[in-house]
C-alpha cells in the first residue's frame, strides 16, 4: 500500500503563483506514473497533469498547459506542480495520483485546498 502525502495548497490572488508538492511513501511499479487531479465544489475529478517518473513523459490538461509544470525531484523522492498566473477557475483541491501507468491511477493523496480570488 502507497500512502501519497500531498501538500502546499492555499490562497492566492489571480495571477499569482504556488507549488503543490506530493511524496509517495516508497517507490514502486505503481508510482511509476504519478499525476495531479482536481475537484471543484459541485464538479467531477479532473484531470490536471501526469509525469513519468523518469521525467521523459508530461501531459496537461489544455486548461493549465503553459501555466502549469509537473516536475520530480529525484533526490527528494517528491513530485511538484508549479501553478503560475492562477485563475479563479483553479480553485479546487488538488489530489496527487500514482500508478503503473497514464490514466490507470492506484493511489490517492488525501487533497490539498487551492483557493483563487479575484
Known amino acids: 500500500q502507497v500512502e501519497l502525502v500531498d501538500s502546499g495548497g492555499g490562497l492566492a490572488q489571480a495571477g499569482g503563483s504556488l507549488r503543490l508538492s506530493c511524496a509517495p511513501s516508497?517507490?514502486?511499479?505503481?508510482?511509476?506514473?504519478m499525476g495531479w487531479f482536481r475537484q471543484a465544489p459541485g464538479k467531477g475529478r479532473e484531470f490536471v497533469a501526469t509525469?513519468?517518473?523518469?521525467?521523459?513523459?508530461?501531459i496537461y490538461a489544455d486548461s493549465v498547459k503553459g501555466r502549469f509544470t509537473i516536475s520530480i525531484d529525484n533526490a527528494k523522492n517528491e513530485v511538484y506542480l508549479q501553478m503560475n498566473n492562477l485563475k479563479p477557475e483553479d480553485t479546487a483541491v488538488y489530489y496527487c495520483?500514482?500508478?503503473?501507468?497514464?490514466?490507470?491511477?492506484?493511489?490517492w493523496g488525501q487533497g490539498t485546498q487551492v483557493t483563487v480570488s479575484s
Open positions: 516508497e517507490r514502486t511499479r505503481s508510482t511509476d506514473a
Open positions: 509525469i513519468r517518473w523518469s521525467g521523459t513523459i508530461t
Open positions: 495520483a500514482s500508478g503503473p501507468y497514464h490514466p490507470q491511477y492506484v493511489y
